[in-house]
């Protein structure tokens, strides 16, 4: 009882040193800084991810479309639950298979679109995607959704889903590679082949 009574006395006396909980265990010292300063250490949750876009559909109906920064807007837009009629196959040699669909972006978000080099392979793949499949709809603001990456500073975008022409590829050509060959090489827009 006397230990206790004398504790309180000497806490009352700031007599004791403030317990540093940094200064044991051994750690280091550029931890003494205020806890005020920095604040509690805080673990990232899957809502600090989202990204919202809105979507305009084909019949001008507005949707709010959320995803995770990292994901493409074409996978934010299937988990969403757009119609399959909106995507195609990418014809990109190493992205065969892939979904996509043809956007219009705002041209204020334009800037943060990824660049695409015209002569390298993916050039190539969106210079026949927007000849054989978008054909008349592109617009100056078109843009294809695989290569979209959802990030933070999309966040409250607005982009328009584009229209694409119904097109019919040949089994013998349809994405197993071979889109690329001399041989195969589409010479025309494909609605006009095969229509």
């Known amino acids: 009882m006397a ?33 005020e300063e920095h604040g509690p250490a805080q673990t990232p949750t899957v809502f600090d991810r989202l990204v919202e876009v809105t979507v305009v559909d084909m019949n001008g109906v507005l949707h709010k479309v959320r995803g995770l920064a990292g994901q493409s807007l074409a996978q ?3 988990e969403y639950g757009f119609p399959e009629t909106y995507f195609f196959p990418n014809m990109g040699f190493y992205t ?10 705002p041209k204020d978000y334009w ?29 100056d603001t078109s843009y294809f959704a695989s290569y979209i990456t959802l990030a933070p500073e999309l966040n409250g975008m607005t982009v328009g889903i584009g229209g694409v022409k119904p097109w019919i590829l040949h089994s013998d050509w349809a994405f197993g590679g ?18």
């Open 3 to 35: 230990l206790r009574a004398l504790g309180r006395q000497l806490r009352s006396l700031n007599v004791l040193p403030a317990v540093q909980p940094s200064r044991f265990f051994g750690a280091s010292a550029h931890h003494d800084e205020d806890e």
């Open 76 to 78: 934010a837009l299937i």
């Open 96 to 105: 065969q298979h892939i979904p996509d669909a043809h956007v219009y972006v």
């Open 111 to 139: 800037s943060k679109m990824p660049n695409i080099d015209p002569d390298s392979e993916e050039g190539g793949a969106v210079k026949r995607m927007f000849r054989d499949i978008v054909q008349d709809y592109q617009r």
């Open 178 to 195: 071979v889109h690329d060959s001399k041989a195969k090489l589409f010479d025309r827009p494909t609605i006009d082949i095969w229509g």
